[in-house]
């Protein structure tokens, strides 16, 4: 037999219930205060990085009108001047560090008995450095070709191309050649080949 009393009120943890409530609370609160603080924070830091553009666009419009004082006031022509007179300047500095002394002890030193030499025409650029273009006089192509193969022996000269071949009023051969010139070049341990020997155009 079931004995139980219908008119009592059954019992309920409403301490527990109230205390999970009170958590489920304080989280919202803690977490909107964290999300407002974060919103400020955040408002504050786009307003610096705001005034950081809006600086750093007005003094790129000061710069850009600087400039274009600047460029009003120069002369094209001055420019072009002191452009020309730099480059003048840098010639003869470089004609300056060629040394003709150096340039005819290797000549006197390769020369063959039977060969002369009758001009020298050197250029000089900063990029191809010293191009020497010489024009040579000598009894038979034999002898001009043994100069040409003893200067590329001296390690100073190279690229050596035979522009003109002929021969003149007294049957010599004439010959122009052009070649680089490296002074501080060391002389190879083997002797290069020889390059093809040039032909001369009969008179």
């Not at 958590?23 to 407002?36: E, G, P, S």
């Not at 003709?100 to 990029?127: A, G, H």
């Amino acid at each position: 037999m079931i004995r139980t009393n219908l008119s009592t009120r059954p019992f309920y943890n409403e301490r527990g219930v109230n205390l999970i409530l009170l958590a489920v609370a304080l989280l919202a609160v803690l977490a909107t205060l964290f999300n407002i603080t974060r919103f400020v924070q955040l408002r504050a830091h786009d307003s610096g990085l705001s005034s950081q553009i809006a600086g750093d666009e007005q003094r790129a419009a000061d710069m850009r009108m600087q400039a274009s004082r600047l460029r009003a006031t120069i002369d094209p022509k001055q420019i072009e001047l002191v452009t020309n007179e730099a480059r003048k300047a840098n010639d003869l500095i470089d004609r300056r560090t060629f040394s003709w002394t150096e340039l005819f002890n290797r000549f006197e030193t390769t020369l063959p008995e039977d060969v002369r030499i009758t001009s020298v025409r050197p250029k000089v650029d900063t990029l191809k450095g010293t191009t020497l273009t010489i024009t040579v006089v000598a009894k038979t192509i034999e002898d001009a070709y043994q100069f040409m193969a003893n200067l590329e022996a001296t390690g100073a000269f190279s690229d050596m191309i035979p522009k003109d071949d002929r021969y003149n009023e007294q049957g010599q051969v004439e010959s122009i050649v052009e070649m680089s010139y490296n002074p501080s070049g060391q002389k190879p341990a083997a002797t290069p080949s020889p390059a093809p020997m040039p032909k001369a155009v009969p008179k």
